[in-house]
């Protein structure tokens, strides 16, 4: 008897005391839990969708927009659908974040270089600048630059270079290139050099490796792929024509606009996102132990090569993992773009919920598309993270 | 032959020179520093041109020309700057659509902020214990006063406005995602893979969207997931969903100070019978938390400026509340004005709380070692 | 265990959506439980929805919802001002967070039918029109091909800007905004040549400008924007009360009852008509399920709709809006309110 009733105890409390047994039973009650909240919400919108008399679905994006966009990078009328109007605003998302995230980097990387340079004025000015801009709501900075731009000259005076570059209060107006027939052929020859001449920089690499002889990659690269496609393009009877922008009355048609809430929004995020960039390059660059470039003068190697060759591609493994954070930041701020009128997704869809009524549809659109944008670049930088990645002995 | 050694004989020795006058004092440092070469002396005559350019007259503008009393525009009848609104509308900067008498409850709730942060941030200091009870309580202490019932006259969320509102969505905010940051830190590092599924779902879910689109889901669809009867103010659900997204930032600068414990600790915890609760709460997390201290403040700091992002759900926070003020026609075109101290205000504040943190950093980094 | 899972689940959907059935309670029972009347308004429109100095909210559709608040309580301060931008509106009012929208909305046909509200009569008949400047040397609207417009997102101004140079085959470059504000400060800075939004909202903005005679309203009215107050669908009762009330501000001033004589007035006339309105005769107040006075409560508070009117946009305020359709019946205008009997 006494086995039995020991026998049985023992069963109940080793469900308390293995721990596999505990954190299965605790986790099949979180499930529940959750469960139990999703079943919640879910009934609660099925309600609430009903007595309101809307109808979930993405049916709706095969609708006419009937609303205009002012900087599409596609073809788009005001009777297209919700779902291209989407796109267009998706596109001019990744437009303002790819452009940001080159010029953030290039922006960040030379204010990081420079307030390490011991030109104490320059530093200085710098780090007014990097804390000013840091501490500074981006919004407040992404209207600044916008009211900035509106202060330029009226379409009526606008600056003109060549009379076919035009720059007024309502964008900066260029010529946009028509592609004829035969310009694949000049595209594909400039794909090729390209290709030709990173294969020729691997083969020189390795030969300055092995050898140590030097080889004019610059130039030859330069060369390949510039002249061929050049000697196409004449050959072919310079496929390329231009759309020059003429003045009507009240604007500018034709050629290619670029508005200046995009410039504003580009160079907002541009000078806010540089400025952490440049801090964490400052942080990188110190991170190198001095003996570095110590040992680089003492070889004779002047200060920008061993800034080039020694200290930033030591520097970039601790640059890296925060950078990847920083292009993020810098494109979910692009979303900011509604509060200035450019057309980006976050935009486009706040118009589109509110012409056609969907919310959770649209809401849902703007998850899955930032989401993919935040996993697609992270994982990107950490392929780059790796193949940088210094192999220690 | 030889010849007796020379010794100089002491008071046969040359002065002392006072050093050269190009490599020392205040031309030594110019030339080091400002004009060490030909990129160097361009840059500095440049800077240089540069400020001159600009200081003189954002003086000029700021202070000299700029008139700092009236009642409208109309009294600013110099060139420089308008600063007439200052006297008038500083109220509704500050508080919003406050009713006036009561504006002292917010200013009591703000000034109550330092006994409650100060037993956290130094732990050292006389009745530290006591105080910490006092900081447990103090959210509640600050919603009553806010918002009012037993006894203090009520007043509606939707009439916050101003940088009480900024202060309070953005406090909150951090406040409320301490504990749930804190729990999702620990979920992400268990070793139950559900648990560390929904972690990591949440983590990265909340990281990887704009706050706008949260703003949005919080003014248009929250209303739509809650039952009808159930309907919460804007602020509050503002407030809820900022929470979310400032605990997943959270929870990673957690996770970050759970890192830098060393193993011993959780060993040594384990080693004397501690439960995984126990060893949590009375080992571990004490410890990452105060190592987590400066990422906390930054992530408060980086919080607090994007709380001007309600403007695009139509809060009336500081910057609408300039906006608002700008259309009406007793202060027109006064937006420049507005948007440099709007600005200004953002920057002291956020740039003290980040040298702040900076010095706690170098604090905790000593104290370590 | 996922048996389990659905089990729960379903149970838990069923309490919910048998609780959230019974979700239209009367409203009028809820505001009254409030206390105060949630009304949503404009963030900022001169003359519909603005400040006064020391900081409460005023202007024509704010005063409607003092109307109401006055027709529940007897006392017109009894509102809880919601200042909703064009894109929380609809959600806001679909989910209870305002009981009744006069945010200057027009009446139209998704949104009565598609958008589940229901609206509760006009009290300002409006069109969408151009402004501009003059020296542009436009005369019409239809001269417009590749101007840029300004112009709010998702209203219905934006639709029917497309569709009137789509109809006429010009183009424009349209520039987004958000809110009337933002408008102001691209036409003026000349980002766009034309803003386009409500004739109504026209002259608001047009008394915000330091020199408003250099600019000019086309003559094209290119749509019509009946702009009135709304009320969730299902609530009969409540969408009496405040359909009545803007009766009773229409019929005022048809009878000649104004702020000033209504207390007279109320004590009995020789018009049956405005008897029974006041409530000196018949029972009308009770069928609303509100206080015999209440019409002299709305009229008391707010005056009659002439009066509102002449406060907010008339000739002595900085609007200057002509009666035009928004005058009576009697007087050439539109406003007809069905007799109170």
Redesign the interface.
């Known amino acids: 008897m006494a086995n039995s009733r020991q026998e049985s105890g023992f069963q109940i409390r080793r469900i308390w005391s293995d721990e596999r047994a505990r954190s299965a039973l605790f986790q099949i009650l979180v499930v529940l839990g959750l469960a139990l909240l999703v079943a919640f919400f879910v009934a609660n919108t099925m309600a609430n969708l009903q007595a309101r008399g809307m109808e979930p679905g993405f049916g709706f994006l095969q609708d006419p927009a009937f609303f205009e966009i002012n900087q599409n990078l596609i073809e788009y009328a005001s009777t297209s659908t919700f779902g291209r109007a989407l796109v267009v605003g998706l596109l001019n998302t990744l437009l303002v974040s790819a452009a940001g995230i080159i010029s953030a980097t290039v922006i960040g990387f030379l204010a990081g270089v420079f307030r390490l340079s011991n030109n104490w004025l320059v530093g200085r000015l710098i780090g007014v600048y990097v804390e000013f801009t840091r501490n500074v709501p981006v919004l407040l900075q992404i209207i600044f630059w916008w009211s900035i731009l509106t202060g330029l000259p009226k379409v009526a005076d606008s600056l003109s270079i060549g009379n076919s570059l035009f720059l007024n209060n309502r964008g900066v107006r260029m010529p946009a290139p028509i592609l004829e027939n035969g310009f694949g052929w000049v595209a594909l020859a400039f794909l090729l050099g390209v290709f030709a001449s990173y294969l020729v920089g691997r083969w020189a690499r390795r030969r300055h490796m092995a050898t140590g002889q030097p080889f004019p990659m610059l130039w030859v690269g330069l060369g390949l792929v510039v002249l061929p496609p050049l000697l196409l393009f004449v050959a072919l009877g310079q496929p390329l024509d231009w759309d020059i922008p003429e003045k009507t009355r009240f604007n500018f048609r034709g050629g290619f606009n670029i508005t200046p809430e995009l410039v504003a929004l580009w160079w907002a995020l541009t000078t806010y996102t540089g400025a952490f960039i440049s801090e964490i390059v400052r942080a990188g660059i110190l991170s190198v132990s001095k003996g570095q470039s110590e040992a680089a003068h003492a070889l004779g190697l002047r200060p920008g090569l061993t800034m080039r060759k020694i200290i930033i591609p030591q520097a970039m493994r601790v640059i890296i993992p925060p950078l990847t954070s920083q292009y993020l930041n810098l494109t979910k701020n692009s979303s900011l773009a509604i509060a200035i009128g450019y057309q980006d997704l976050v935009s486009i869809g706040n118009t589109v919920l509110n012409q056609s009524g969907q919310a959770i549809e649209v809401v849902g659109i703007w998850m899955v598309v930032y989401l993919s944008l935040s996993l697609g670049t992270s994982a990107f930088m950490n392929w780059y993270n790796s193949h940088i990645a210094l192999v220690e002995r | 032959m030889t010849s007796s050694p020379f010794f100089r004989q002491p008071n046969d020795m040359l002065p002392e020179r006072a050093p050269p006058v190009a490599m020392s004092g205040i031309i030594g440092w110019l030339r ?3 004009f ?1 070469g030909w990129l ?1 002396t361009g ?2 005559l440049f ?2 041109y540069a ?1 001159w350019l600009i200081i003189p007259g954002l003086l000029n503008w700021a202070f000299f020309d700029a008139d700092f009393a009236g009642t409208d525009r109309f009294a600013c009848t110099g060139t420089g700057a308008c600063w007439a609104w200052f006297d008038q509308r500083i109220d ?1 900067f500050l508080y919003g ?1 406050y009713p006036d008498e009561q504006t002292w409850r917010v200013n009591l709730a703000l000034f109550l902020i330092l006994p409650a942060l100060a037993p956290i941030l130094f732990d050292k200091m006389p009745g530290a214990k006591q105080l910490r009870w006092f900081s447990l309580a103090f959210p509640f202490v600050a919603t009553f006063l806010l918002i009012g019932g037993f006894g203090l006259e009520e007043v ?1 969320t ?1 009439k916050f406005g101003g940088f009480m509102l900024n202060v309070t969505v953005g406090l909150a905010g951090i406040v409320l995602s301490l504990p749930i940051g804190i729990v999702l830190a620990l979920g992400r590092r268990s ?5 560390r599924t ?1 972690s990591v779902a949440f983590i ?2 909340f ?7 949260l703003l ?2 919080a ?3 929250l ?7 159930f ?1 919460l ?2 602020v509050v659900r503002v407030i809820v969903v900022v929470t979310a997204f400032a605990s997943a930032y959270m929870a990673e600068v957690i996770r970050g100070g759970l890192q830098a414990i060393p193993r011993g600790q959780y060993e040594a915890a384990q080693a004397l019978g501690l439960g995984y609760w126990r060893m949590m709460g009375l080992i571990i997390l004490p410890q990452a938390l105060k190592i987590s201290i400066p990422g906390i403040v930054n992530t408060f ?1 980086g919080l607090f ?2 709380t ?2 309600v ?4 809060l ?1 926070d500081v ?2 509340i300039g ?2 003020m ?4 007793d202060w ?2 006064l ?2 004005e507005t ?1 440099v101290f ?2 200004l205000f ?2 002291v504040v ?2 003290s709380m ?1 040298r702040y943190s900076v010095y706690l950093e170098q604090r905790l980094d000593t104290s370590k070692h | 265990m996922k048996s389990v899972k659905y089990l729960a689940a379903a149970i838990v959907a069923a309490a919910t959506i048998g609780g959230a059935s019974i979700s239209h309670a009367a409203t009028l029972d809820d505001v009254r439980a409030a206390g105060a009347l949630k009304c949503g308004i404009n963030t900022g429109l001169p003359g519909f929805a603005y400040t006064d100095d020391s900081g409460n909210w005023t202007g024509f559709d704010a005063a409607f919802c003092r109307a109401v608040a006055a027709a529940v309580f007897g006392d017109g301060n009894k509102v809880q001002f919601v200042n909703l931008t064009g894109a929380n509106r609809f959600p806001a009012l679909a989910s209870g967070e305002i009981d009744l929208l006069s945010r200057n909305t027009t009446w139209t046909f998704s949104r009565d039918v598609d958008l589940a509200f229901t609206f509760v009569g006009v009290n300002y008949y409006d069109g969408q029109g151009f402004i501009g400047r003059k020296s542009l040397g436009v005369k019409s609207a239809k001269e417009l091909d590749g101007a840029s417009v300004c112009i709010q997102t998702g209203t219905t101004t934006e639709l029917n800007l497309a569709d009137f140079f789509r109809v006429n085959n010009i183009k424009f470059e349209p520039v987004p905004i958000e809110t009337n504000e933002e408008a102001r400060v691209a036409y003026l800075a000349d980002r766009c040549d034309v803003y386009t939004t409500d004739a109504s909202g026209l002259a608001a903005t047009k008394t915000t400008f330091e020199n408003a005679d250099a600019h000019m309203v086309f003559p094209e009215i290119i749509s019509k924007e009946p702009l009135g107050p709304l009320v969730r669908q299902g609530d009969d009762q409540w969408a009496d009360v405040a359909r009545w009330t803007l009766n009773v501000l229409i019929n005022a001033e048809e009878y000649g009852v104004t702020q000033a004589n209504v207390a007279e007035m109320a004590k009995g006339t020789n018009n049956p008509e405005i008897n029974r309105m006041l409530g000196s005769e018949g029972s009308l107040g009770e069928m609303l399920g509100l206080q015999k006075d209440w019409a002299a409560n709305v009229i008391k508070a707010v005056g009659n709709y002439g009066e509102i009117f002449d406060r907010f946009l008339g000739p002595n305020t900085a609007l200057a809006l002509d009666r035009g359709q928004n005058a009576l019946y009697t007087k050439g205008g539109l406003l007809y309110a069905p007799p109170m009997r």
């Open positions: 080091a520093n400002l060490s160097n840059l500095t800077a240089l400020l509704q659509f509606p939707n070793k139950m893979p559900i648990v929904l990265e879910v990281r990887g969207v704009p706050l706008i689109t949005f889901v003014a248009i669809l209303p739509i997931f809650l039952p009808s009867s309907s103010d804007l700091i400026k994007d001007t992002l403007i695009v759900i139509g009336f910057l609408n906006r608002t700008i259309s009406n026609p027109l075109g937006a420049v948007q709007i600005s953002f920057f956020c740039f980040s």
